[in-house]
Nanobody
Framework: QVQLVESGGGLVQAGGSLRLSCGASRGTFSSYGMGWFRQAPGKEREFVAGISYRGGRTVYADSVKGRFTISRDNGKYILYLQMNSLKPEDTALYFC???????????????WGQGTQVTVSS
């Protein structure tokens, strides 16, 4: 069983940066594709970024390309999301998730963290 805990969220001004982290139980972390999702108030949860189980391949939502970077440290069992040039529309609760198959927006993510809040002010 994979347990995920997000951290690093907070309040930041537009144009600023935040780095989110997702700590995972050590059991089978390196065997899972990982992803970041977000959900803004009153909106559906959306895919943000995904990374393959080895970390060699990544995919991003069009809305964050060029601004966000997903990475993972399999030795420390940590998933990261570096967020630069933040915009007010990035405000949302951010979740990390693990998938036993694939790592993109349509992957079957069976494990989820409880989320960390990111608020971007203008």
């Amino acid at each position: 069983q994979v347990q995920l805990v997000e951290s690093g969220g907070g309040l930041v001004q537009a144009g600023g940066s935040l780095r989110l982290s997702c700590g995972a139980s050590r059991g089978t972390f390196s065997s899972y594709g990982m992803g970041w999702f977000r959900q803004a108030p009153g909106k559906e949860r959306e895919f943000v970024a995904g990374i393959s189980y080895r970390g060699g391949r990544t995919v991003y939502a069009d809305s964050v390309k060029g601004r966000f970077t997903i990475s993972r440290d399999n030795g420390k069992y940590i998933l990261y999301l570096q967020m630069n040039s933040l915009k007010p529309e990035d405000t949302a609760l951010y979740f990390c998730a693990a998938s036993a198959s694939d790592y993109g927006p349509s992957a079957l993510y069976g494990y989820w963290g409880q989320g960390t809040q990111v608020t971007v002010s203008s």
